[in-house]
């Protein structure tokens, strides 16, 4: 099995800077792909970024300038520095990984539970 556990989330004045981390730990073989989405009240969860094993990067429109995905392989750890924050990043922000567990040989899809970014205006 594998744990995906998001952290720094919290409240923060627009403008601000937060920086969040997600560990994945468990039987873990290898890990692929690497992303931050986030849902805000009464909408669909959104991609935010994300980034590949060799640190190829995508972004939404919306973030791009702002927030930076950045990983350490070697702690399984991924990172989404978010600057410049405004009221619409308002959301829970969750870690998503693709995973190849141990003597598997396909990978799967992990989701954290997500950490809460409440930027005031």
């Known amino acids: 099995q594998v744990q995906l556990v998001e952290s720094g989330g919290g409240l923060v004045q627009a403008g601000g800077s937060l920086r969040l981390s997600c560990a994945a730990s468990?039987?873990?073989?290898?890990?692929?792909?690497m992303g931050w989405y986030r849902q805000a009240p009464g909408n669909q969860r959104e991609l935010v970024a994300t980034?590949?094993?060799?640190?190829?990067?995508n972004y939404a429109d919306n973030v791009k300038d702002r927030f930076t995905i950045s990983r350490d392989n070697a702690k399984n750890t991924v990172y989404l520095q978010m600057n410049s924050l405004k009221s619409d990043d308002t959301a829970i922000y969750y870690c998503?990984?693709?995973?190849?567990?141990?003597?598997?040989?396909?990978?799967?899809?992990?989701w954290g539970r997500g950490t809460q970014v409440t930027v005031s205006s």
């Open positions: 980034i590949t094993s060799g640190g190829s990067t």
């Open positions: 998503n990984a693709d995973v190849r567990l141990q003597f598997r040989v396909r990978a799967e899809h992990y």
């Open positions: 468990g039987s873990i073989g290898s890990i692929g792909v």
